[in-house]
């Protein structure tokens, strides 16, 4: 497994991120869309939100490519509806290139606990 993490901003609106939330609720998320996710080769993915910032983290297969999925989204209608709604309530990062939304996120810094031996 590979781990990936990215971010995103929301339009700082309270009502919009309060519908972004209802979209990713479990009984309210689009079943075509958790298939295209699965499909890539994205094994979990948990989205987190602290004000209007979002935080994505990806497990995905040893096969999974962004490039890959970028196609496979690309030629999936209703992946193009879904983003087209989400772009709604998203807006890219300060320095995300032109048509960038989610920026994959460089680690600075790692703590692993080591158990002591006997």
């Known amino acids: 497994m590979k781990r990936y993490t990215l971010a995103l901003d929301l339009k700082d609106d ?3 991120i309060k ?3 209802y979209w990713h609720q479990a009984e309210n998320g689009w079943p075509e869309i958790k298939k295209s996710i699965e499909d890539a080769g994205i094994a979990n993915m948990e989205i987190y939100r602290t004000g209007n910032r979002l935080f994505m983290i990806m497990e995905t297969e040893e096969h999974f490519s962004f490039e890959q999925k ?6 999936n209608a209703k992946v193009q509806e879904w983003e087209q709604l989400m772009w709604k309530f998203q807006q890219p ?6 048509g960038e ?12 606990h080591k158990k002591q031996q006997p």
């Open 14 to 16: 309270p009502a919009l």
């Open 19 to 21: 519908e972004y939330e």
């Open 70 to 75: 970028s196609q496979m989204d690309a030629s």
């Open 93 to 98: 990062l300060p320095w995300a290139r032109d």
């Open 101 to 112: 939304k989610w920026i994959i996120m460089n680690k600075i810094f790692e703590l692993q």
